[in-house]
């Protein structure tokens, strides 16, 4: 079968298009046929050598979507469409290739009005927002910021929130076009930070009250700036780095609301986490209440070129790969 394998983790050079023995089922794993695969910053950083944990080579790819082939069962029927995401592409081969052998565990049913195109952009970045919301205490009537409206997570994070019930569901963008792309697309309470500080958005948009969660993937100075918007108690989760790892914080920031800071690893979820997860997910895509937005699809050949994409071009929605 093809796949796309990092033989080194030395940048976007060291990804290769290769052949490898189509994965043997063994017991508890389904076969399945891969028709998309996500590309996430987590290629990004395994690619770069700044993952902790990973072996090249190694086919990349956290998520994907396809078709069941073999070994799911009454659950999984032969021919059903699903979507997956778990250690593929981090810790064993993964998603950027024509099969894998999937735990049943991992993989999700595709509700009929999804396509797999879009399926396959959704279990990371929807998997991780919903379980941060989960662990932030998130209810109705709250008010959220996820930086990044044209980012997966940022993106995700708004849609659940404002499905769910949240009082503000507030994003933001650095780029004044993509600004307005969010508006375009009914994205009503992005913060343009060309033209405003993120800290005088949430504010403004609040009427002075702040966020109740945070939930941060892009670090450095928006990380800092989003934790002077928190509401008295306010929660801010950091996952993600996109823009920087390292940050300097105002600890007034912390200390005046009584806020606090915590950190959220998916590969260190529990199953139940993921479980009830995928169900408010699945419940919110079968009513239409959120949508994924795929930006751009690349055939597998050009992975190099998607991931490219993804992190220079900065685009609005997922990347995907059509195997
Ligand atoms: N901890 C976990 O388990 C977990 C799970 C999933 C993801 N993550 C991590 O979370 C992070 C976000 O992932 P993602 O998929 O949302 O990324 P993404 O889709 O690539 O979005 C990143 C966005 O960040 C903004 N950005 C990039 N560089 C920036 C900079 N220098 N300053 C300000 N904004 C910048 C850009 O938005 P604008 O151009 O609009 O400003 C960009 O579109 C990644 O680091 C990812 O690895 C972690």
């Known amino acids: 079968m093809r796949a796309m394998r990092a033989e080194t983790f030395s940048g976007y050079e060291g990804l290769k298009l290769i052949e490898l023995p189509k994965p043997a089922v063994t017991e508890a794993k389904v076969l399945v046929r891969i028709t998309a695969a996500g590309v996430t910053p987590l290629d990004y950083t395994i690619l770069s050598g700044k993952f902790h944990g990973s072996k090249a080579p190694l086919v990349l790819g956290n998520e994907g979507a396809g078709v069941v082939e073999q070994g799911g069962g ?22 950027d290739s024509e099969w894998v052998a999937v735990r049943k565990e991992d993989l999700c049913l595709i509700p009929d009005n999804v396509d797999e195109v879009s399926a396959a952009g959704i279990p990371v ?4 927002a919903q379980v941060a919301l989960t662990l932030a205490g998130f209810q109705a009537g709250k008010t959220v910021l996820a930086p990044a409206i044209g980012g997966s997570i940022g993106n995700a ?12 569901a507030m ?8 600004a307005e792309q969010a508006k375009a697309l009914g994205f ?7 033209l405003e500080k993120l800290g005088d958005g949430v504010r403004r948009i609040t009427s002075g009250y702040g966020a109740d969660i945070v939930i941060d993937g892009i670090g450095g100075e928006v990380l800092s700036e989003a934790l002077g918007a928190l509401a008295l108690e306010g929660r801010l989760t950091t996952l993600g780095y996109s823009a920087s790892r390292k940050t300097t914080i105002d600890v007034t ?11 959220l ?20 895509l079968k009513s239409g209440a959120i949508k994924p937005i795929v930006a751009k699809t690349f055939p597998l050949a050009e992975a190099a070129d998607a991931l490219r994409y993804l992190i220079e071009g900065r685009p609005f929605g997922r990347v995907v790969l059509t195997i």
């Open 74 to 95: 009454t659950d999984f029927p032969v021919g059903s469409r699903v979507m997956f995401f778990g250690t593929y592409g981090a810790f064993e081969d993964g998603t």
């Open 125 to 128: 970045a929807y998997l991780t």
């Open 265 to 284: 690893n998916m590969f260190a979820q529990p199953k139940a986490a993921i479980t009830h997860a995928w169900t408010v997910i699945v419940s919110l």
């Open 157 to 168: 994070v708004t849609q659940l929130a404002r499905a769910l019930g949240a009082k503000h």
């Open 171 to 178: 994003s933001s963008t650095t780029n004044h076009a993509k």
């Open 253 to 263: 920031n912390l200390i005046v609301p009584q806020a606090s800071i915590r950190g």
């Open 188 to 194: 009503n309470e992005v913060i343009d930070t060309s």
